[in-house]
């Protein structure tokens, strides 16, 4: 009876390991080998498949999804012998499992070998200035050489990108050197191009303050012009509007001539010679009411000083 049932549990157990071996399941965006006597059968995608047990085998799970692969520096020479070191980094996806499996041993290695000699080839033509400026172009370089060599692997490689490019320290210093001295001539192209800038903005600024004060007084001239020439005609139309006679323009005429020599400057005085034709006139209004001027005869003459003849104070 004890022997019966063991014999019982190890049927069950060896069903319940035929079970566990007939059903794989296969996780999204993962695939699977099958080897039938080590010979290749078939490929299992995601999902509940059946194999047959102790005949099928798995023999590789490959991830389908896009890897992102960082190589080490490298060590390359340009075209000017120079030697610097080129990081990158490999974004490639798996399209065939069954040539990820059997094309080539280990892809990874594969890739990492036939980026460093790529890009020894691309770098080898190319000065380090090149090689510093021009990165998309050996991205690009690189991707289509790669793509095309693990076309026949089953992979796909999706992008290629240089992380770093580390030239020797001396060069790095000369470079930093140069590129300071580059700053230097900017900024001091900006600060002579602002200098001129300025002296030419303040030029134009007094160019424009003096044309605007010429108007200005222009106008000042012209309007002062206009209003002395009102005033004048202001005058004349009063006087004519008043109509004034001798004996008012001779009155007038005598008060001006004190205002004539006030002044400390005023050392000699000449008397016009038209003072005898006001007195004249002046003579004749008062004449009757005052028996003549005080100092003058009936004619107007002076008495004192003969006629345009000057006199001292």
């Known amino acids: 009876m004890s022997a019966v049932i063991i014999v019982l549990i190890i049927l069950v157990v060896l069903v319940f390991i035929a079970l566990i071996k007939t059903i794989q399941v296969i996780p999204q965006a993962s695939a699977a080998i099958v080897e039938r006597f080590g010979r290749y059968t078939r490929t299992l995608n995601a999902g509940l498949n059946i194999v047959v047990p102790f005949i099928d085998s798995i023999r590789n799970r490959i991830d389908l999804r896009e890897q992102v692969v960082p190589f080490p520096p490298q060590p390359v020479i340009t075209q000017d012998n120079l030697v610097v070191n080129i990081d990158t980094v490999i974004y490639y996806q798996v399209t065939d499992a069954r040539a990820a499996t059997y094309e080539v041993a280990s892809y990874i290695q594969a890739i990492e070998q036939l980026t ?7 770098i080898g033509g190319m000065d380090l200035e090149r090689t510093l400026t021009s990165r998309e172009e050996i991205n690009a370089a690189l991707r289509g050489v790669l793509d095309e060599a693990t076309g026949k692997w089953g992979i796909r490689v999706n992008r290629v990108e240089l992380k770093a490019i580390e030239p020797p320290t001396s060069i790095q210093d000369s470079m930093e050197k140069q590129m300071r001295a580059e700053r230097d001539k900017r900024a001091a192209i900006l600060t002579a191009e602002g200098t001129r800038q300025s002296a030419i903005l303040t030029a134009e600024g007094e160019k424009q303050s003096a044309i605007l004060r010429a108007e200005g007084e222009s106008r000042a001239a012209a309007l002062r012009a206009e209003g002395e020439a009102q005033a004048v005609r202001t005058v004349f139309e009063a006087i004519h509007a008043g109509d004034p006679d001798q004996k008012l323009l001779s009155y007038q005429y ?23 034709d006001a007195l004249k006139g002046l003579s004749g209004a008062l004449g009757n009411a005052s028996g003549g001027v005080p100092g003058f005869n009936v004619k107007g003459d002076v008495p004192s000083a003969r006629r345009d003849e000057p006199q001292v104070d």
């Open 116 to 122: 460093v000699t790529t890009l020894r080839n691309i």
């Open 254 to 276: 005598l008060q001006m001539l004190p205002k004539i020599a006030e002044g400390d400057a005023n050392k000699l005085w000449i008397v016009p010679s038209e003072i005898g």
